[in-house]
């Protein structure tokens, strides 16, 4: 290498040395500074950390009822297969299938002749077995007379006697079997038994019939009507307890929002089921509209006992936790302090609670957001939706609309990096309530 070559690569070495040194230099001064700017923010922004926004309700005192919920099955009170007591041909039927009847309501009238005919042989036994009698009566008070002058034996009296006597146990089999030849006649002649509505009836004039053979249709009780169900072992105290003060209150639930049928309970099974650990139980209900059909299937509501002046909070407001059920309370100073709770009864969407007073309010949204001691605003109308946009990249302004709907809080956009300006706002849908935050980054 020539000697102007090497003086030129060691006078650019040494002007590169000195850029070096200098930027060096340079950058150690202005670390501090930038490090005591970040350590003023901290706690700035700490200081200026938002509300969380939330949805509260008041917790109230009133009487709830303890119920008890159970899927049942309609059964009628009387089911009753008609069947002919006597061999007999079908004349005529009287009904017809679905028809209502009342108790004692002609249904079938049968061939009665046999039966007829039967009453009156019967009623011409008894006719000549009383004029039998008679004569054996006046022959023994002839003897009488006789015996009395000398003229028979005392044993002609007592064989006399003894005629009278048979001539009289006759007659009154004769009244017995005229007494059973009529009531066989009233076979022809079929009534309903009780109230009812009228099934199938699988006869007509013409048809044998026999007490043997198949029923001439089934008479089924509408109204009033029963729901047979289940219900566990442990509550049977209760259930003894409310049958023998006149049966409690129930409730059969009714498809497409009818309203429900108020009855009573009837029944308590005398056993408990080994394979279920569950005892029958039914309530009867008044059906005048024929709203429970027998056979079909309804969900019923018995109420056992009544808890009296207990707190109620929304069952939104319970946080399962490994220390049990626990709830956000808001205090007065528009703090969140976390409560755990006792919770003595569930039903639907409300529980009964021990650990919060009578009008406390208690956070069912948003409290997945919060802490202990965590401040909170009141959402003004319903939930607030989306999220805040992301912040700048370099030197562009960060922002962006939240997107969505539904329960999920508004926050704040992130803080752009670089020079440019973070903003984010979260966007509500219309008549909900809107949580905006905001924040910037400063160069």
């Known amino acids: 290498m020539s000697k102007p070559r090497a003086a030129a690569l060691a006078a650019v070495l040494v002007v590169a040395g000195l850029a070096g040194a200098w930027w060096f230099n340079s950058s150690r001064r202005e670390a501090p500074a930038g490090a005591q700017v970040a350590a003023a923010g901290a706690p700035a922004s700490a200081a200026s950390a938002p509300a969380v926004s939330i949805t509260s309700v008041a917790a109230q005192q009133r009487d709830v009822p303890v119920q008890l919920q159970a899927p049942g099955t309609v059964t009628a009170l009387r089911s009753v297969e008609v069947k002919p007591q006597i061999a007999s041909v ?57 015996l009395e002058k000398g003229f028979v034996s005392q044993g002609a009296v007592d064989t006399a006697r003894a005629q009278a006597e048979a001539q009289a146990a006759l007659v009154a089999a004769d009244r017995a079997a005229l007494e059973a030849s009529r009531v066989a006649l009233s076979y022809s002649r079929i009534a309903a038994p009780g ?32 729901v047979s169900f289940n219900l566990p072992q442990r509550e049977l105290p209760a259930l003894l307890q409310l049958l023998g003060s006149g049966g409690g209150q129930v409730q059969a639930v009714l498809p497409e929002g009818r309203k429900p049928l108020a009855g009573r309970l009837d029944f308590v099974d005398n056993a408990v089921d080994l394979a279920s650990g569950t005892v029958r139980v039914k309530a009867v209900f008044d059906n005048p509209q024929r709203a429970l059909w027998p056979g079909a299937f309804v969900d019923v509501s018995l109420t056992v006992r009544t808890l009296q002046g207990v707190v109620v909070v929304p069952q939104a407001a319970l946080i399962q936790s490994p220390r049990g059920p626990t709830l956000f309370v808001v205090e007065a100073d528009n703090k969140a302090a ?57 030197g562009q302004p960060g922002g962006g609309a939240g997107q969505g709907g539904g329960n999920g809080a508004g926050s704040g956009g992130g803080a752009g990096s670089g020079a440019g300006p973070g903003n984010g706002s979260g966007a509500a849908a219309p008549g909900q309530g809107v949580t905006v935050a905001t924040a910037a980054s400063k160069e």
């Not at 004349?91 to 046999?114: C, I, P, Y």
């Not at 699988?202 to 089934?218: E, F, I, K, M, N």
């Not at 959402?379 to 607030?384: E, F, H, L, N």
């Open 338 to 394: 976390q409560r755990q709770v006792q919770v003595l009864h569930s039903a639907g969407t409300e529980a009964v609670v021990e650990g919060v007073r009578p009008g406390e309010r208690v956070v069912v949204e948003g409290k997945q957001n919060l802490r202990p001691g965590a401040s909170v605003a009141e959402r003004s109308g319903g939930a607030a939706a989306g999220s805040g946009g992301a912040g700048g990249q370099g």
């Open 195 to 226: 109230d009812g509505r009228i099934g199938a009836i699988s006869v007509y004039p013409g048809s044998s019939v026999s007490p043997t053979g198949a029923a001439l249709l089934t008479l089924t009780q509408i109204d009033p009507i029963a």
């Open 90 to 146: 079908v004349s005529q039927v009287h009904v017809r299938e679905g028809q209502n009847v009342k108790r004692g309501e002609l249904l079938f009238t049968l061939d009665a002749r046999t039966e007829e005919a039967n009453v009156a042989r019967a009623q011409a036994q008894l006719l000549r077995d009383q004029a039998s009698a008679a004569d054996a009566q006046r022959q023994l008070a002839r003897s009488l007379e006789l």
